[in-house]
């Protein structure tokens, strides 16, 4: 799977919750100010070229829909960092993530909660 530029994801994203969008839906998304369309149009061809998107086509309107889930997408971007960055270690990742990014107390105690879930289910 390839990356997406950061003007990429962030379209990605409105395409995620939208599910199915038109043009003028994709450009109604965008906080001001709103890129122009032409902006947006090769945004969607270098994404369907990735085949992130795919379309389907109404007259001379055509429907955009992503082909990647957000969740497979920041999966491997995740596990591409660990692997990167931490040497392929999750326990050197979620120690520099709980010490480096002012979580807290809640958060940390949330957090750990899913780490016990997970474990648990691990266990079955």
């Avoid at 998107?53 to 990647?68: C, H």
């Avoid at 997408?73 to 990014?101: C, M, P, R, W």
Wanted: proline share 3%.
């Amino acid at each position: 799977m390839q990356q997406l530029t950061n003007a990429e994801e962030q379209l990605m994203e409105h395409l995620w919750k939208l599910e199915r969008a038109f043009m003028k839906d994709l450009l109604e998304a965008f906080p001001e100010p709103k890129p122009k369309t032409t902006t947006v149009a090769t945004l969607l061809k270098r994404m369907i070229d990735k085949e992130f998107v795919a379309y389907t086509e109404f007259g001379n309107s055509r429907e955009y829909y992503p082909l990647v889930k957000k969740t497979a997408y920041f999966s491997k971007h995740v596990n591409g960092l660990i692997k990167d960055f931490f040497n392929d270690s999750a326990s050197q990742f979620a120690s520099f993530f709980t010490n480096e990014t002012n979580l807290t107390e809640k958060e940390l105690e949330e957090l750990k909660k899913i780490v016990d879930n997970a474990i648990q289910k691990k266990k079955k």
